[in-house]
């Protein structure tokens, strides 16, 4: 399996510049990961040019908004300018988002279908997998999954499902402050708006012993507090750390707050 560290980098698809990329590359951390639903990898082959090795990944590109015989093409193309270092998430995002939304496990699997005869291989993509469908879809069909907005019990379950073979990165979210109170106020909204309304979300929270109440009014400071590590580095990188432990092979890790992200990464290293 590729090495792509134990630690990487969770940003919105513009919110990383090319010299952040380097900078990033330089502090040791293993990939990049680009969120949003892009229909286009061009901010992709913009921070893979900028740095050397460090691996650039989708986290995620929607299955509902892109195509999959365009999204192969710029995969190939990206693979022959860049050997090795693009990894492609996919996912099938929420009910709410779209106006016509087909069986999310059957649409995903026509999508993958597509991939494959574009010559993406499997070892070279990830799927935002919750539950166990989706992540069983994950150990059968890409490299693994990358979860999003999940605490490190998710892990452990992910894990039981997938298997010891395959790839699992979740992304967790950051403020480092030692203040909870202000810790809370940045982290909330990033939570509440709008993952405590997406059903395929707050599903996944209640299985993990999350109520009603705890995603009512913004998140509970419990919820909160599981989805959004905060302190002192130290502490912060005990949180990221129960990821691995609990079976992880990567955190993507998410910087909250309008603090210089590199800056904040590098005291997390």
């Known amino acids: 399996m590729t090495d792509f560290g134990n630690y990487g980098v969770w940003a919105g698809f513009s919110a990383i510049s090319p010299d952040q990329a380097r900078q990033i590359e330089k502090l040791g951390y293993g990939t990049i990961w680009l969120g949003g639903s892009p229909t286009s990898l061009a901010p992709v082959r913009k921070l893979l040019a900028a740095t050397e090795t460090v691996h650039v990944a989708t986290g ?14 710029q995969y190939r193309e990206l693979e022959s300018d860049f050997p090795g270092r693009f990894l492609l998430g996919v996912g099938v995002s929420h009910p709410e988002a779209i106006a016509e939304y087909r069986s999310p496990y059957d649409s995903l699997v026509e999508y993958l279908d597509v991939l494959d005869e574009g010559g993406v291989p499997v070892d070279r993509r990830v799927i935002a997998a ?10 059968d069909r890409a490299l693994g999954s990358h979860p999003y907005l999940v605490p490190a019990a998710h892990t452990a379950y992910a894990r039981e499902i ?3 073979g395959s790839f699992l990165a979740p992304e967790h979210k950051v403020v480092l402050t ?3 109170a202000l810790a809370r106020s940045v982290g909330r909204p990033f939570v ?20 009603d109440s705890d995603i009512a009014d ?15 580095a130290e502490v912060v990188r005990e949180q990221l750390d129960a990821h691995l432990s609990a079976g992880a092979d990567h ?3 998410h910087v909250l707050g309008d603090g210089d992200i590199v800056e904040d990464l590098a005291k997390l290293i």
Do not use: C
């Open 162 to 164: 997938l298997g010891p």
């Open 251 to 253: 955190v993507a890790v």
């Open 60 to 73: 995620i590109a929607a299955i509902w908004n892109t195509d999959a015989a365009e999204i192969a093409k």
């Open 130 to 139: 919750l539950g166990p469908r989706m992540l069983r879809l994950a150990r």
């Open 192 to 211: 509440d708006q709008p993952y405590l309304h997406l059903q395929n979300y707050t599903n996944n929270l209640k299985r993990f012993g999350f109520t």
């Open 178 to 180: 030692d203040d909870a």
């Open 218 to 232: 913004g998140g509970s400071d419990a919820l909160i507090d599981a989805l959004v590590a905060h302190g002192t």
